[in-house]
Nanobody, 123 residues
């Protein structure tokens, strides 16, 4: 069984930064692609960023490209999302997810999900 626990969310002013972490239990972390998604109130969950199992490939939503960076340390079973120049529209619950079959933009590609961490950006 794979469990994911996000941390690092909080309240920040526009223009500020946060780093989210996702700790993953289970011996196969290094074989999963990892992704970050977010869901704002009244909206559908949307893709933010993803990273391949080796870390050599990353993909981003256009809305966060150039501001957010996804990374991972397999030896620590942890994936990160560095968020810079935050905007009020980034306010959402952020979820990390693990995919057995490779890096993907699509929610249905991910097999395991965390419970989420709230990010609130004030204007």
């Amino acid at each position: 069984q794979v469990q994911l626990v996000e941390s690092g969310g909080g309240l920040v002013q526009a223009g500020g930064s946060l780093r989210l972490s996702c700790a993953v239990s289970g011996r196969s972390f290094g074989s999963y692609a990892m992704g970050w998604f977010r869901q704002a109130p009244g909206k559908e969950r949307e893709f933010v960023a993803a990273i391949s199992w080796s870390g050599d490939r990353t993909i981003y939503a256009d809305s966060v490209k150039g501001r957010f960076t996804i990374s991972r340390i397999n030896a620590k079973n942890t994936v990160y999302l560095q968020m810079n120049n935050l905007k009020p529209e980034d306010t959402a619950v952020y979820y990390c997810a693990a995919a057995r079959n490779g890096i993907s933009y699509y929610i249905y590609s991910y097999d395991y999900w965390g419970q989420g961490t709230q990010v609130t950006v004030s204007s």
